[in-house]
């Protein structure tokens, strides 16, 4: 905890009016589905890949990003028989059928540039500020 400490002072809490850029990295097509997730700044809110976070960090000196790791486990979808001849009712063709049923879990953790130190998120000990994001 030591190591964030030291980097309270650039981390903000954002308000019901900041833009929080957690679904899409603002250079490339990174999201946290990827199996490197996305890097989102606490001190500017920006999504970052794994590619850009570095050279953002370099730039800016903004040391302590939220790491999001989106998994996707397959659900069990029902195999349903079609016994009349009716849409969207039950026993009648269902237009989702076909398709696959996943379930996301996501995956918090803080993350300290420059040496990628991961800090497990929600955790105790943690400072207000950074648990309250």
């Not at 957690?22 to 970052?48: A, H, R």
């Amino acid at each position: 905890m030591e190591l964030l400490s030291k980097h309270l002072k650039d981390i903000k809490v954002p308000t019901a009016n900041s833009k929080v850029y957690k679904d899409e990295c603002v250079f490339s097509f990174d999201n946290p589905e990827i199996e490197t997730g996305l890097y989102v700044s606490l001190s500017t809110f920006l999504g970052l890949g794994r590619d850009h976070v570095e050279r953002y960090f370099r730039k800016t000196k903004h040391a302590v990003y939220l790491h999001i790791e989106r998994l996707k486990h397959e659900g069990d979808g029902p195999d349903k028989k079609i016994t009349r001849l009716a849409i969207g009712v039950e026993g009648g063709f269902d237009p989702d059928a076909g398709k696959k049923k996943y379930e996301f879990e996501d995956i918090y953790t803080i993350v300290l540039l420059p040496d990628f130190v991961i800090l497990s998120w929600p955790n105790e000990e943690m400072p207000d500020i950074v648990s309250n994001i």
